[in-house]
């Protein structure tokens, strides 16, 4: 999943990146308001991490001009201003969650969680797909109860195939929302994953969960074929 | 007599039972002499009758009352004494009445009988006229020979009136006046009573008004229009200290808010650390990284807090200046020096231009945060690879010291603001870093407590911070500070 944290505290910057990118998530960074209105126009991210008092652009502003031009991305707003007026402006102004400074990290994630599900309108954490359970929250993947370990990298891509289950899902997609793929300069390295995701979710002697579509891409079957 | 109704009323009936003390004193003086005077005046007349009426033959003397004048005798109350003496003092006539006694021999002339009071032989009071008169002789009986009047004999009469009557009407007319005297007194304190009562409502009012004021809602004032004019500057007064009070409050209030604020960010960012490196197993390196980042920021709300505390000291007057002789060159470089890794990061040069002779006798500790608070503001607002200078000068026992910094981006009317507290450049920029927005105000707080000023000014990119104070401790401006206002730059 693809997300944009927007917050200009340094210290909190680096806790929460890391935190959310341990937890498979590809996260871009922004501590100044114009730079991030502009990261979140030109891509498209799943859930966006917004502060309010930014330098450059407030995080408001921004809000209002990414639902003016039609992003749809889901917005958690995270800021110190707790009152209830300030909260109904931020959503008002078209926040998804609005989550009020000091916070735990784990109840951040759980909401950012939450959002991700939303955009792809479900409410189960559990994915169930033919064999496979993906439990989303604890980011656990078992095939017929044995526990399949899976690297940061390959739990991004399963979850992201898995979300999008039924429907074939392109290379840029892939590259575009999994796990900072984009900072990995190889040109095949969503097939390279694919292979190694390939090789531990599926059993000998079946045929493969992920099915390549020849020029369009990938495609986790709802039910095997 | 605390109280301005007792004070009024024993003020309003004292003077009123007094001012009727003394206007019963004078009528009733009035009313006795004049009915003394009356009593007086019968006396005399019938004396003047009795005189007239005597006529005197040898030892023998005759009284012929006119029928005419009787009834002026008998309309005098009380009993009526009378003697008559011959010149060589023996009592030629007495009335019966007078049995064996005698009235006292006095006399007046005819025309001013002499008056005056006596005791009667029975106890009573009186009051005698006495007068000598010329008697006419009792002709013989014969009609024709004219008696010789006008001859040289004379007679003394003393005619005295007891004064029962005249003690009882008196006592009468005296148990009146003090009978009306407390009757006017009572009416007057119960009017006296109810209207200050009336007048002093108004007061009641506005103390009732008050009362309903509540410490955590000053946004109230008292209605001063329909008040007695004595009480409305009371009352403007009273708006007034509400006003200023609310206006402090609501300074608090935002300021407790700010601090609110300011806290939540650091602590989010010590709650977040923590709670990454504990989710899951890490090497002893990342833990350590974690515990690092938080005592960076623990470090830098600890500044916050100093701030904080030294500005509220500074407030309440608290504060004490310890004052010792100090190297102004010196305590920059000292400043300096938790600045130097950050501008050296930002690739930021720095030139402390403070003469080595240069010193004062101030407070260490308070210039030092002075100092680094300055810094500290200046590598975080100069652009990258930007420039920080000091300079300094003693002129006339006045310190000047500029801490200058290049890249900055202020307009001329943001200035005037940067020593507000929690004032930032950028209004959005409030979650953003520690330092700013207590520090300069922290600044100009201890140059005022210093007996200084602190101004700012932004010209051509260059965020220029000026400090005046005395070079020597003193507890109020001295006279050279208001002229000098106008910062004559350090040559």
């Known amino acids: 999943m693809r997300l944009l944290l927007v917050e200009d505290y340094p210290p909190l910057q680096k806790s929460v990146v890391k935190g959310l990118r341990e937890a498979g998530f590809a996260v871009d960074v922004m501590g100044d308001g114009k730079e991030a209105l502009w990261y979140a126009e030109s891509n498209q991210y799943d859930v966006i991490v917004l502060d309010l008092m930014l330098p450059g652009l407030d995080g408001l502003s921004i809000l209002r001009r990414l639902r003016a031009g039609g992003r749809e991305s889901h917005v958690l707003i995270i800021t110190a201003k707790d009152a209830v007026a300030d909260r109904v402006a931020g959503l008002n102004a078209g926040a998804d969650d609005y989550l009020v400074k000091p916070f735990e ?65 392109s290379r840029t997609d892939i590259w575009e929302h999994v796990y900072d793929f984009r900072s990995d300069a190889t040109s095949n390295v969503v097939d390279v994953y694919i292979g190694h995701l390939r090789r531990k979710i599926d059993r000998e002697g079946e045929p493969s969960l992920i099915e390549a579509v020849r020029g369009r891409g990938y495609i986790l079957r709802k039910e095997p074929a | 007599m605390r109280s301005l109704r007792t004070r009024l009323l024993v003020g309003m009936i004292g003077s009123f039972a007094l001012l009727l003390v003394a206007f019963g004193l004078v009528i009733d003086a009035l009313i006795e002499y004049t009915l003394v005077r009356e009593f007086d005046f019968y006396l005399e007349t019938v004396a003047r009758t009795l005189a007239a009426a005597a006529e005197a033959g040898g030892d023998q003397m005759e009284v012929r009352l006119v029928p005419e004048v009787l009834p002026d005798i008998q309309q005098v109350e009380g009993e009526l004494f009378s003697q008559y003496w011959n010149d060589d003092g023996t009592t030629l006539a007495k009335s019966r009445n007078l049995a064996d006694h005698s009235l006292p021999r006095f006399s007046g002339e005819v025309r001013h009988p002499q008056v005056q009071p006596l005791v009667l032989p029975d106890g009573r009071g009186a009051r005698a006229a006495g007068m000598r008169f010329p008697v006419r002789h009792s002709a013989p009986s014969s009609e024709g020979s004219r008696p010789s009047s006008g001859g040289d004999e004379y ?23 003090l009978a009306a005297g407390a009757a006017t007194m009572t009416v007057g304190a119960v009017v006296s009573v109810v209207v200050i009562r009336r007048s002093l409502r108004p007061l009641h009012d506005v103390a009732a008004d008050i009362a309903t004021i509540k410490e955590d809602d000053l946004s109230m004032r008292i209605p001063s229009a329909t008040l007695p004019e004595e009480i409305v500057p009371l009352v403007q007064r009273l708006n007034e200290l509400l006003h200023r009070l609310d206006e402090a409050f609501a300074r608090e209030r935002s300021l407790t808010a700010d601090i609110a604020h300011e806290l939540r960010t650091p602590v989010a960012g010590i709650l977040s650390a923590a709670g990454v490196t504990l989710s899951a197993d890490r090497t002893p390196g990342d833990y350590r990284e974690a515990l690092e980042d938080v005592r960076k920021i623990a470090r830098q709300m600890r500044s916050m807090i100093d701030n904080l505390l030294t500005l509220a000291r500074l407030d309440s007057q608290e504060g004490q200046f310890q004052f010792e002789p100090i190297v102004l060159r010196d305590i920059v470089d000292a400043c300096w020096r938790g600045s130097r890794e950050e501008a050296i990061a930002r690739g930021l040069t720095f030139e402390n231009e403070v003469p080595d002779d240069l010193s004062c006798t101030s407070d260490r500790h308070a210039l030092s945060i002075v100092f680094v608070n300055l810094l500290e503001n200046a590598v975080q607002y100069t652009n990258e690879g930007g420039r920080i200078w000091v300079t300094a000068c003693k002129t006339d026992g006045v310190i000047q010291v500029e801490v200058a910094n290049t890249g900055c981006q202020l307009a001329a009317q943001e200035v005037a603001r940067v020593f507000d507290r929690f004032w930032r450049a950028d209004p959005s920029r409030k979650d953003a870093s520690l330092h700013v927005g207590l520090g ?10 210093l007996g200084g000023q602190a101004t700012a000014t932004s010209e051509d990119g260059v965020f220029r911070v000026s400090l005046r104070y005395p070079s020597e401790p003193v507890f109020s401006p001295p006279d050279g500070m208001a002229d000098a206002r106008n910062d004559a730059s350090c040559g």
């Not at chain 2, 005619?159 to 009146?176: K, Y």
């Open chain 2, 155 to 177: 007679l003394t009469l003393v005619v005295a009136r007891d004064t029962t009557d005249l003690e009882s009407h008196v006592r009468q007319l005296r148990w009146l006046l």
């Open chain 2, 440 to 449: 300069l105000a922290l600044v100009r707080r201890i140059m005022t407590a």
């Open chain 1, 105 to 169: 990290f784990e109840e951040l994630l759980a909401r950012v969680q939450a959002l991700v599900r939303r955009s792809y309108h479900r409410k189960n954490p559990i994915i169930e797909i033919g064999p496979l359970s993906i439990d989303t929250a604890a980011q656990r993947v078992v095939r017929a109860d044995d526990e399949i370990r899976l690297t940061a990298r390959e739990y991004a891509l399963l979850e992201y195939l898995a979300v999008r289950a039924g429907e074939v899902v």
